[in-house]
């Protein structure tokens, strides 16, 4: 189970950040089998981008409580990176929030109407 907690969250991060990058290079690439979802052909909402605003760092996350989780409850120390990430990507997204809001303006509040979430599904 925990094996298996690790490879999908890590398909999360990977594929979040490769879906960004593919449509960079090449807008027309197919992105989980239909043409890419856009606002004005700036901001990306089809695959992982119109789930959350910042869904790589969900998965990254992910991929570090799992490495924490292997350590079981024997002590803490395993657990410092991954509360340490939650605290950093969290205020990061909130930063980047604000830069794309002054960035994009209107074109971000409907891109945030769209993709909800920040970092966690349903939570934040």
């Known amino acids: 189970a925990l094996a298996l907690f690790h ?3 890590h ?7 490769w879906q960004k990058d593919r449509f960079k290079r090449d807008p027309e690439r197919l992105i989980w089998g239909k043409k890419p979802e856009t606002l004005d052909g700036r901001l990306l909402i089809s695959g992982w981008w119109g789930i959350g605003r910042k869904i790589n760092y969900t998965g990254e996350i992910g991929v570090y409580v799992s490495f924490a989780l292997c350590a079981g409850l024997a002590a803490p ?3 410092v990176l991954p509360l340490t990430l939650i ?3 969290t205020q990061r997204a909130g930063r980047d ?3 794309c809001r002054a ?3 209107a074109l971000w509040e409907r891109y945030c109407a769209h993709a909800r979430f920040r970092v966690f599904p349903f939570v934040y």
Do not use: M, S
């Open 87 to 89: 605290v950093l990507l």
């Open 97 to 99: 929030d604000r830069r």
């Open 77 to 79: 120390w395993p657990y």
């Open 103 to 105: 960035k994009y303006g």
């Open 7 to 9: 490879v999908t969250f």
């Open 11 to 17: 398909w999360i991060f990977r594929e979040a950040n």
